[in-house]
């Protein structure tokens, strides 16, 4: 993760014990990675009961489907975030300023940002599990694009620093996601209760 830093630039620990947790922080993220499928088989298990047989057989592509969008949206925040918003904030940085980033706070950053970004790119899944299950109708997500535009922003200036680079590229994407989400949608045939098909 350090590599996303432009080069030539040198950490510091200002924490008594930082050196000794910040390789702990680092293995659990990645055994989050890793047990994320199993994680969220877990979640659909725990609502599993009170879902119908046809709902049940959306769990697995449901379950491959976020963890791809979750590692790709944890790329997405190193390859192209990263690489832009520090190289544009050493840039402003004064001349007369050596910059030596705590590593704790550097890592807390990181890690942040790459839930912040995993997160954001479920958006396509929400989308089409909300059409799928009938609760919201491709229309009606139609209607509401332009507050979720706003939502975007908003949601991006909470999570992410308080530079606009980052709130940008996190607003932009999620904007992107959710359109790419009513796209997958029109596919998609709202499922029927039971009580429906009777009539």
């Not at 989308?127 to 908003?154: N, P, T």
């Not at 989400?181 to 039971?194: E, H, K």
Request: hydrophobic share 60%.
């Amino acid at each position: 993760m350090i590599r996303a830093l432009p080069d030539g630039t040198k950490m510091i620990a200002t924490g008594v014990v930082a050196p000794f947790f910040i390789p702990m922080k680092i293995t659990g993220m990645v055994a989050f990675v890793i047990a994320l499928p199993f994680v969220l088989y877990q979640a659909w298990a725990f609502v599993a009961p009170g879902l119908y047989a046809h709902e049940k057989r959306l769990v697995l592509p449901l379950i491959v489907a976020s963890t791809v969008l979750f590692l790709i949206g944890v790329a997405f925040c190193y390859v192209f975030v990263f690489g832009v918003v520090f190289s544009t904030i050493y840039k402003w940085a004064p001349k007369s300023i050596s910059v030596a980033p705590d590593i704790e706070n550097y890592l807390n950053f990181v890690l942040g940002m790459f839930m912040a970004f995993g997160i954001t790119f479920e958006v396509p899944v929400v989308v089409v599990v909300l059409v799928r299950m009938g609760l919201v109708s491709l229309d009606k997500l139609k209607e509401v694009r332009r507050y979720f535009i706003v939502v975007a922003f908003v949601v991006s200036a909470i999570v992410t620093p308080p530079d606009v680079l980052s709130q940008i590229m996190l607003a932009v994407p999620l904007c992107l996601l959710y359109e790419i989400g009513m796209l997958v949608a029109r596919f998609v045939t709202p499922l029927q209760r039971p009580a429906e098909l009777e009539h």
